[in-house]
């Protein structure tokens, strides 16, 4: 009983925090709504959290890098389930990253360490796996936060590639695009790759610290951003999100803030900052919005989603 009655008190108190720093920034254009989560491998706990997927059923999936975990958690962050987890049988996981839900429900998971790219049922069952480690084509190295267009075909940036994989939702690989570089059009170190309404693909290229922007085909648009401080530049960009409006949001992992941007790149606002207090961010990774428009942000080092309501 005490158990619960600590959970509650714990609970309200995280609500009152919320209220309190909502209150005293109502003028900012990001609202804190949630935090959930906390550090250790438990249910809800997290060693190292990466990003996410929403799904049919009102839920948010979270990959945790370190636990080798999927959690799955309603909007409101109380935890549901769990499925992946470390061990050597087909179902499970050495270092899951990014993650993307197909037409069908299915849910994708891309293995850093493997090169790997696991599908799950809807309830999460393992149902294949496919790609693999390497350069080759077909393989990927070092995967990180993806997305299924509206093509059908799944866009898989590759940090240790450097370029941008194409796959189907049955797993077969279709072409690659990119590669080393620091031109209009190649990449170093590709964090995330996200599409808009119009399918134009957004890329976090973070080792040259700006966003690039490629047709379905993987046929360069344009780019923006360059190593900086100050509003439009970047120091890594790693999580990626896009709302109903085609506006983007940037997280950076060197500047612990995120920046939002109309589509054609034009600075609209940022917020945050290196910390530990509500708001504050360290190591910031993916970022996506929920299907009532509030971006969920993961707070790495803090161990923790925060979830904003943002204008």
């Given at each position: 009983m005490w158990i619960e009655t600590l959970k509650c008190r714990s609970w309200l108190l995280i609500s009152l925090l919320l209220v309190c720093v909502a209150c005293s920034e109502n003028n900012s254009p990001a609202q804190l709504v949630n935090i959930f989560g906390s550090k250790g491998s438990g249910e809800g706990q997290f060693k190292y959290v990466e990003d996410f997927a929403f799904d049919g059923q009102g839920h948010v999936l979270i990959t945790d890098a370190l636990n080798a975990t999927v959690q799955?958690?309603?909007?409101?962050?109380?935890?549901?389930?769990?499925?992946?987890g470390k061990g050597d049988k087909k179902q499970h996981l050495?270092?899951?990253?990014?993650?993307?839900?197909?037409?069908?429900?299915?849910?994708?998971?891309?293995?850093?360490?493997?090169g790997y790219i696991k599908k799950y049922s809807?309830?999460?069952?393992?149902?294949?796996?496919?790609?693999?480690?390497g350069p080759e084509p077909g393989h990927?190295?070092?995967?990180?936060?993806?997305?299924?267009?509206?093509?059908?075909?799944?866009?898989?940036?590759?940090?240790?590639n450097s370029r941008i994989s194409v796959f189907d939702a049955q797993g077969n690989f279709k072409f690659?695009?990119?590669h080393k570089g620091s031109k209009a059009g190649e990449l170093l170190r590709p964090e995330a790759v996200k599409h808009n309404s119009k399918g134009l693909l957004f890329v976090a290229d973070l080792g040259n610290h700006r966003i690039q922007v490629f047709d379905e085909d993987g046929t360069f648009i344009f780019t923006w951003g360059k190593e900086g401080h100050a509003p439009g530049e970047f120091r890594k960009p790693s999580g990626?999100?896009?709302?109903?409006?085609?506006?983007?949001?940037?997280?950076?992992?060197?500047?612990?803030?995120?920046?939002?941007?109309?589509?054609?790149?034009?600075?609209?606002?940022?917020?945050?900052?290196?910390?530990r207090e509500p708001g504050e961010f360290g190591n910031i990774h993916g970022l996506a919005i929920s299907p009532a428009g509030q971006l969920y942000v993961a707070d790495t080092a803090n161990h923790r989603v925060q979830v904003f309501a943002v204008k």
């Amino acid at each position: 009983m005490w158990i619960e009655t600590l959970k509650c008190r714990s609970w309200l108190l995280i609500s009152l925090l919320l209220v309190c720093v909502a209150c005293s920034e109502n003028n900012s254009p990001a609202q804190l709504v949630n935090i959930f989560g906390s550090k250790g491998s438990g249910e809800g706990q997290f060693k190292y959290v990466e990003d996410f997927a929403f799904d049919g059923q009102g839920h948010v999936l979270i990959t945790d890098a370190l636990n080798a975990t999927v959690q799955v958690f309603d909007l409101d962050g109380r935890y549901v389930t769990g499925f992946a987890g470390k061990g050597d049988k087909k179902q499970h996981l050495k270092k899951p990253e990014g993650i993307a839900i197909d037409a069908s429900g299915n849910i994708h998971v891309a293995d850093y360490l493997t090169g790997y790219i696991k599908k799950y049922s809807p309830n999460y069952e393992h149902l294949l796996t496919y790609s693999g480690f390497g350069p080759e084509p077909g393989h990927t190295l070092e995967t990180e936060f993806m997305t299924f267009h509206p093509n059908g075909l799944l866009y898989v940036p590759e940090a240790g590639n450097s370029r941008i994989s194409v796959f189907d939702a049955q797993g077969n690989f279709k072409f690659s695009f990119s590669h080393k570089g620091s031109k209009a059009g190649e990449l170093l170190r590709p964090e995330a790759v996200k599409h808009n309404s119009k399918g134009l693909l957004f890329v976090a290229d973070l080792g040259n610290h700006r966003i690039q922007v490629f047709d379905e085909d993987g046929t360069f648009i344009f780019t923006w951003g360059k190593e900086g401080h100050a509003p439009g530049e970047f120091r890594k960009p790693s999580g990626l999100a896009i709302d109903k409006d085609d506006n983007v949001y940037v997280a950076e992992i060197g500047n612990n803030r995120i920046q939002k941007f109309n589509a054609k790149g034009e600075f609209l606002y940022m917020f945050g900052k290196n910390g530990r207090e509500p708001g504050e961010f360290g190591n910031i990774h993916g970022l996506a919005i929920s299907p009532a428009g509030q971006l969920y942000v993961a707070d790495t080092a803090n161990h923790r989603v925060q979830v904003f309501a943002v204008k």
